[in-house]
Nanobody, 121 residues
């Protein structure tokens, strides 16, 4: 079993930055790919970014490419999502997940409880 806990969300203004963290416990995440997803109000969960277990490869949805950066520190069992130039449309609950590193939610085994990010205009 693994427990994932996201933190770092909050209310910010358009143009601000936030860094989300996802701390894992109960199981080392070293050998697993990790992903970030988000669920905007009234919409389905969508893929944001994923990173390979080694940290050597990462990829992003077209909507956040160049704006968000995913990274990981396996020694700390933590994955990060740096979000810059935030826009109101980035408002969502953000989830981290442990799994296969694809864009499909069904390919992830464990999920955090989510952290709310609200961007005001």
């Amino acid at each position: 079993q693994a427990q994932l806990v996201e933190s770092g969300g909050g209310l910010v203004q358009a143009g601000d930055s936030l860094r989300l963290s996802c701390a894992a416990s109960g199981r080392s995440v070293t050998w697993y790919d990790m992903g970030w997803f988000r669920q905007p109000p009234g919409k389905e969960r969508e893929f944001v970014a994923a990173i390979a277990w080694s940290g050597g490869k990462s990829y992003y949805s077209d909507g956040v490419k160049g704006q968000f950066t995913i990274s990981r520190d396996n020694a700390k069992n933590t994955v990060y999502l740096q979000m810059n130039s935030l826009k109101p449309e980035d408002t969502a609950v953000y989830y981290c997940a442990l799994g296969l590193g694809t864009s499909r939610p069904s390919d992830y085994y464990y999920w955090g409880q989510g952290t709310q990010v609200t961007v005001s205009s």
